[in-house]
């Protein structure tokens, strides 16, 4: 695989340019506050730390949002980022809305996939509803490599105001994390979307995140061809392949939903 780490003064640059922009989007949109989902996770814990370095303790507020499919250890550790972090949170079940919409409509019961899909959304509505009623701005927490294979749900995770991560490939936001002091057991944890029992990201997806970010910034980003990317990397040109589809199919989600053009 290709070493993706930044040396020591490209990672202090490149957190005074997140923090910077946290402050610049929350500037423009006419506020002095954020909101995001607190996971327990990387992603979210790592915008949290850069969210209260760019904007202040007080500024940052955290939601905990545990469905029947969170673990424990996981709504407890997104608890202690808060208090690490010593910004105000509450904690919001998801649940119960997410039987009301089965109540309504049962067929979709089962299917993990709608309904941790509606898990996810359900987030986006608590965040937005606090968002509006306190004038804060929703923090998203997507980096470039699930960006790129539309590993996140449309209109869930993917519903929010700007992504402070959203160009670092995951070992990257892993190695932000650790030279921001975030404790070590949360920097290597597994990644989980927690949408349903048992999930990991690396499972559903077929492939190591190393392997992933490291096709991302050859093929992908990088613009090498699929043979080089593979011979390259010493990985199987179906793997590159793989990425490759992942990253067409989803363009849908990268882009605003589109419209007819006028008619001449
Ligand atoms: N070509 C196209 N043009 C326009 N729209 C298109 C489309 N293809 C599908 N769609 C629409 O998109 C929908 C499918 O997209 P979506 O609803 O997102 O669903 P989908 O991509 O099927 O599932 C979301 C994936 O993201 C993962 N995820 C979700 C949330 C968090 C995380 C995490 O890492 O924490 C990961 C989750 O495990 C799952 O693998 C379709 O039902 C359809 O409405
Ligand atoms: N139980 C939860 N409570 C609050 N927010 C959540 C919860 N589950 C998911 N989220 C939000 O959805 C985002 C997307 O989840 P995702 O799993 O990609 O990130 P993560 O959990 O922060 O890191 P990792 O990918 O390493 O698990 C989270 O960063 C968080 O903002
Ligand atoms: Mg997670």
């Known amino acids: 695989m290709i070493d993706l780490r930044f ?14 922009f946290i402050r610049e989007r929350t500037a423009a949109a006419g506020v002095d506050d954020v909101v995001l989902g607190l996971s327990g996770g990387i992603d979210s814990t790592t915008v949290a730390y850069l969210a209260v370095e760019a904007l202040g303790a007080e500024h940052v507020h955290g939601l905990v949002l545990p ?12 608890e202690r980022v808060a208090r690490d972090l010593e910004i ?15 109540e309504a ?3 979709a019961e089962g ?14 509505v608590f ?7 306190d004038g804060r701005l929703v923090l998203g927490t997507g980096n470039r490599s699930e960006a790129a294979v539309g590993y996140f749900t449309k209109y869930g ?7 402070p991560i959203g160009n670092l490939y995951k070992g990257q936001v892993r190695q932000l994390a650790a030279s921001m002091g975030v404790p070590e057991d949360l920097v290597t944890k597994t990644p989980t979307a927690e949408l349903w029992a048992d999930q990991t990201d690396e499972d559903e997806l077929g492939i190591d995140y190393d392997t992933l970010d ?15 990317t593979a011979r390259l990397l010493e990985v199987d040109k179906e793997t590159v392949e793989m990425v490759r589809g992942l990253y067409a199919t989803s363009e849908h989600k990268r882009n605003v939903p589109p419209a007819p053009e006028p008619l001449e």
């Not at 040396?7 to 910077?20: F, G, K």
């Not at 965040?127 to 009623?133: G, I, K, R």
């Not at 490291?214 to 080089?228: M, V, Y």
């Open 7 to 20: 040396s020591e003064a490209e990672l202090e640059a490149r957190r005074d340019h997140l923090t910077t």
């Open 67 to 78: 469905a029947r499919v969170s673990s424990e250890d996981n709504m407890s550790d997104a």
């Open 88 to 102: 105000s949170y509450d904690v919001f079940e998801v649940e119960p809305v997410i039987e009301t919409l089965l």
């Open 105 to 107: 409509y049962p067929a």
């Open 111 to 124: 299917d993990h996939e709608a309904v941790g899909n509606a898990r996810a959304r359900v987030r986006a």
């Open 127 to 133: 965040n937005y509803l606090v968002a509006n009623h």
């Open 157 to 163: 995770d993917g519903a929010v105001d700007c992504h």
């Open 214 to 228: 490291s096709i991302l910034a050859t093929h992908i980003d990088g613009r090498l061809s699929k043979a080089s």
